[in-house]
Nanobody, 123 residues
């Protein structure tokens, strides 16, 4: 099994910044990890992708966060970061770390999730 431990959430005023961190550990299958990312879920809404990054460093962002959020990764530490700037009240949500790991049998991808960290942006 793979464990994802998140940190860095909290309360911030609009326009402020926060950095989230997520460290993966626990299994030799981490070597087959192909991407890490962050999702968020606001009350009454579906979980949505915020940003993701592959092993090769390719990134993908939700349109709503482009230009404000930056995802980065330390492959040696199996850790992913999300730098969030110019935060808005609509960024308020529980943020979940995600890791995608290749599965040999049957062939496919396993998704692992962190426990979630609350980000609250006050107006």
């Amino acid at each position: 099994q793979v464990q994802l431990v998140e940190s860095g959430g909290g309360l911030v005023r609009a326009g402020g910044s926060l950095t989230l961190s997520c460290a993966a550990s626990g299994s030799s299958s981490i070597g087959a990890m192909i991407a890490m990312g962050w999702y968020r879920q606001a009350p009454g809404k579906q979980r949505e992708l915020v940003a993701s990054i592959t092993n090769a460093g390719s990134t993908n962002y939700a349109d709503s966060v482009k230009g404000r959020f930056t995802i980065s990764r330390d492959n040696a530490k199996n850790t992913v970061y999300l730098q969030m700037n110019s935060l808005k009240p609509e960024d308020t949500a529980v943020y979940y770390c995600n890791a995608k790991i290749l599965r040999a049998t049957p062939a496919g991808v396993n998704n692992y999730w962190g426990q979630g960290t609350q980000v609250t942006v006050s107006s």
